[in-house]
């Protein structure tokens, strides 16, 4: 039972030295995905125009929600659009999808 009891505190302190390592590395993973969803969150403000897939002229916004999320009034209804299905492209706020996907 002795000769195990070397090997035993060697492998205690082991894993104690990985763990601020490990630590470390998820902060750091959580922080990568923090800015990465900061950098693909779409700045978009009321009167913006909204484009469809094919760079067509949708509607202006109506409204933005809280969570990023806007409306538009689209043939005489309201529609909202995901903030996760819009995207920039030179200074203009795209939809991926189309007038057909977004009217019911």
Excluded: C, W
Excluded at 9 to 30: C, K, N, Y
Excluded at 66 to 91: F, H, M, Y
Aim: net charge positive; glycine share 6%; hydrophobic share 50%.
């Amino acid at each position: 039972m002795n000769k195990f009891a070397p090997l035993a505190a060697i492998a205690t302190l082991a894993v104690f030295a990985m763990v601020p390592a490990v630590v470390h590395a998820a902060e750091a993973s959580q922080s990568v995905r923090a800015a990465a969803a900061e950098a693909t969150t779409v700045k978009v403000t009321e009167g913006k125009m909204i484009y469809g897939t094919n760079g067509q002229r949708l509607a202006p916004v109506y409204r933005v929600q809280a969570d990023g999320s806007v409306q538009i009034i689209l043939e005489g209804r309201l529609v909202t659009i995901a903030s996760s299905n819009l995207t920039t492209a030179n200074g203009k706020v795209a939809t991926t999808l189309s007038k057909a996907q977004l009217l019911p």
